[in-house]
C-alpha cells in the first residue's frame, strides 16, 4: 500500500498531507490511526523481526532499538495501531497534571526542504486523569511493544502527581525537563532542581525511569557559549548518575526564532539536528559509561543513522520528525537498514 511503503509515501502521500496545515495533518492522521483494524491487518507489513535487533532498555527487552518518541499521540490515544508499526516501543505523551490548551496558533511549522519541523505547542494535554484512562484500556499491548509514558510539568507536585499515577500503567517514565517551549522547566535544568525533583520521585519508584535532556551547543562551533552549555547538561547528567536514573534521553528540541510562530519561537527538529545528536551521544557515553543507558532522539532517519548512534553508544533510538516525514513504515525501513549496515560492518547483534 502506498501509505506503508516510505518512498511513495514521501512522493504521493505526503504532498496531500502537506496540503493541510501541520496540525490539521495531524489530525487526519489520528483519525486513520483511531481505524484498529486497519492498522492489525497493515503490522505484519510493518514490522521487522529478528534477533540480531534484539536489545534491553534498563531491564525492558526490546524486539528492536527504534523507539517512537514523545510529542506524536500526546494523549495516548491511539496506542495499539502505533505498536502495529514495527517500533521497539511506543513513547506517549507528554501528559500534565492538568488539561493544557498548549500555547497559540499557529504553533508548528515545517521546513520541508531541511525534513525538518518547528513546533512552539507547549504541551497541549488533555490531563492525567484522561491519560491513565487511555493508558489502563492499552494494557494488553504492553505483552509486544513495551509503552513509556512521558510526563512533564512546571511544579515538582505535577510531576509527582503523573508519574504516581502512571507508573504502574507503563514500563518505564520519561521525565521531560526540557522541553524550549515552556519556561517553568527551566528550574529542573538546574541541578539543585533536578537533585529535588529527582529525590522525590525515587521515594517508592518501582519501575525505569528516563530524563530527557535539553540539547547543547557544540563547544568547537560556538567557543563563547558552548563550554558553558555542555559543563550544565553534563552536571545534569551526574545527577541523574547519583539518582540511579535509568536512561537519558538525548535530546530535546533545539531553540529558535520565527515570527510565523504565534509565540515567535519554538523547537526544531528532523534531518539538521542529527549531527548534533551524534556528537551529544558521542560526549555522553564518554562521561556515563554504562553507569545509565543513552536513547538517541533526534533526526535519525535512516538506518545508517541509527548504526552511527549505536555505535556511538546509544542503547535506542527515538523517531517522530521522521515518522512525519517518511510515513507509517519508517520502522521497517531503519530496521531493515540496520541490520543490511550490520551485515557490512559485521557486528552480528545489537545487545
Same mark, same amino acid.
Given at each position: 500500500?502506498?501509505?506503508?511503503?516510505?518512498? $511513495?509515501?514521501?512522493?504521493?502521500?505526503?504532498?496531500?498531507?502537506?496540503?493541510?496545515?501541520?496540525?490539521?495533518?495531524?489530525?487526519?492522521?489520528?483519525?486513520?490511526?483511531?481505524?484498529?483494524?486497519?492498522?492489525?491487518?497493515?503490522?505484519?507489513?510493518?514490522?521487522?523481526?529478528? +534477533?540480531?535487533?534484539?536489545? $534491553?532498555?534498563?531491564? *525492558?527487552?526490546?524486539?528492536?532499538?527504534?523507539?517512537?518518541?514523545?510529542?506524536?499521540?500526546?494523549?495516548?490515544?491511539?496506542?495499539?495501531?502505533?505498536?502495529?508499526?514495527?517500533?521497539?516501543?511506543?513513547?506517549?505523551?507528554?501528559?500534565?497534571?492538568?488539561? #493544557?490548551?498548549?500555547?497559540?496558533?499557529?504553533?508548528?511549522?515545517?521546513?520541508?526542504?531541511?525534513?525538518?519541523?518547528?513546533?512552539?505547542?507547549?504541551?497541549?494535554?488533555?490531563?492525567?486523569?484522561?491519560?491513565?484512562?487511555?493508558?489502563?484500556?492499552?494494557?494488553?499491548?504492553?505483552?509486544?511493544? +513495551?509503552?513509556?509514558?512521558?510526563?512533564?510539568?512546571?511544579?515538582?507536585?505535577?510531576?509527582?502527581?503523573?508519574?504516581?499515577?502512571?507508573?504502574?500503567?507503563?514500563?518505564?517514565?520519561?521525565?521531560?525537563?526540557?522541553? +524550549?517551549?515552556?519556561?517553568?522547566?527551566? *528550574?529542573?535544568?538546574?541541578?539543585?532542581?533536578?537533585?529535588?525533583?529527582?529525590?522525590?520521585?525515587?521515594?517508592?519508584?518501582?519501575?525505569?525511569?528516563?530524563?530527557?535532556?535539553?540539547?547543547?551547543?557544540?563547544?568547537?562551533?560556538?567557543?563563547?557559549?558552548?563550554?558553558?552549555?555542555?559543563?550544565?547538561?553534563?552536571?545534569?547528567?551526574?545527577?541523574?548518575?547519583?539518582?540511579?536514573?535509568?536512561?537519558?534521553?538525548?535530546?530535546?528540541?533545539? +531553540?529558535? #526564532?520565527?515570527?510565523?510562530?504565534?509565540?515567535?519561537?519554538?523547537?526544531?527538529?528532523?534531518?539538521?539536528?542529527?549531527?548534533? $545528536?551524534?556528537?551529544?551521544?558521542?560526549?555522553?557515553? @564518554?562521561? *556515563?559509561?554504562? @553507569?545509565? @543507558?543513552?536513547?538517541?532522539?533526534?533526526?535519525?532517519?535512516?538506518?545508517?543513522?541509527?548504526?552511527?548512534?549505536?555505535?556511538?553508544?546509544? $542503547?535506542?533510538?527515538?523517531?517522530?520528525?521522521?515518522?512525519?516525514?517518511?510515513?507509517?513504515?519508517?520502522?521497517?525501513?531503519?530496521?531493515?537498514?540496520?541490520?543490511?549496515?550490520?551485515?557490512?560492518?559485521?557486528?552480528?547483534?545489537?545487545?
Amino acid at each position: 500500500m502506498l501509505i506503508i511503503n516510505p518512498a $511513495t509515501y514521501k512522493t504521493l502521500v505526503r504532498p496531500l498531507l502537506f496540503k493541510l496545515s501541520p496540525e490539521t495533518a495531524q489530525g487526519a492522521a489520528e483519525f486513520l490511526l483511531h481505524q484498529d483494524y486497519l492498522w492489525k491487518f497493515l503490522s505484519p507489513l510493518l514490522k521487522v523481526e529478528s +534477533p540480531r535487533l534484539e536489545t $534491553t532498555l534498563a531491564g *525492558i527487552r526490546l524486539k528492536n532499538p527504534i523507539g517512537l518518541a514523545a510529542g506524536y499521540d500526546k494523549d495516548c490515544k491511539v496506542i495499539p495501531s502505533l505498536s502495529s508499526m514495527g517500533f521497539g516501543y511506543i513513547t506517549c505523551g507528554t501528559v500534565t497534571a492538568m488539561p #493544557r490548551p498548549g500555547n497559540p496558533k499557529p504553533r508548528v511549522l515545517r521546513y520541508v526542504e531541511d525534513e525538518a519541523l518547528v513546533n512552539a505547542l507547549g504541551f497541549p494535554s488533555k490531563g492525567l486523569a484522561n491519560a491513565a484512562d487511555e493508558l489502563a484500556r492499552v494494557q494488553e499491548v504492553r505483552a509486544n511493544t +513495551p509503552i513509556v509514558a512521558s510526563v512533564s510539568g512546571v511544579t515538582e507536585e505535577d510531576i509527582l502527581k503523573c508519574h504516581r499515577r502512571l507508573e504502574p500503567l507503563v514500563d518505564a517514565i520519561e521525565i521531560n525537563i526540557s522541553s +524550549p517551549n515552556t519556561a517553568g522547566l527551566r *528550574i529542573f535544568q538546574e541541578t539543585d532542581g533536578l537533585d529535588s525533583l529527582l529525590t522525590k520521585v525515587n521515594v517508592g519508584r518501582q519501575r525505569p525511569l528516563f530524563i530527557k535532556l535539553p540539547p547543547y551547543l557544540s563547544p568547537a562551533d560556538h567557543p563563547s557559549t558552548g563550554d558553558e552549555e555542555r559543563d550544565r547538561v553534563l552536571g545534569l547528567v551526574e545527577v541523574c548518575v547519583r539518582h540511579e536514573v535509568s536512561a537519558v534521553t538525548v535530546s530535546n528540541t533545539w +531553540p529558535v #526564532r520565527d515570527s510565523r510562530l504565534a509565540v515567535g519561537s519554538g523547537g526544531l527538529s528532523g534531518r539538521v539536528v542529527f549531527p548534533d $545528536t551524534l556528537r551529544m551521544v558521542t560526549d555522553l557515553k @564518554a562521561v *556515563i559509561g554504562d @553507569a545509565m @543507558a543513552i536513547n538517541a532522539c533526534g533526526g535519525v532517519f535512516s538506518g545508517l543513522d541509527a548504526f552511527e548512534v549505536l555505535r556511538a553508544g546509544a $542503547t535506542t533510538v527515538q523517531v517522530l520528525t521522521g515518522l512525519i516525514y517518511r510515513g507509517p513504515g519508517i520502522a521497517r525501513s531503519i530496521n531493515e537498514q540496520l541490520l543490511a549496515t550490520m551485515d557490512e560492518e559485521r557486528v552480528v547483534v545489537l545487545s
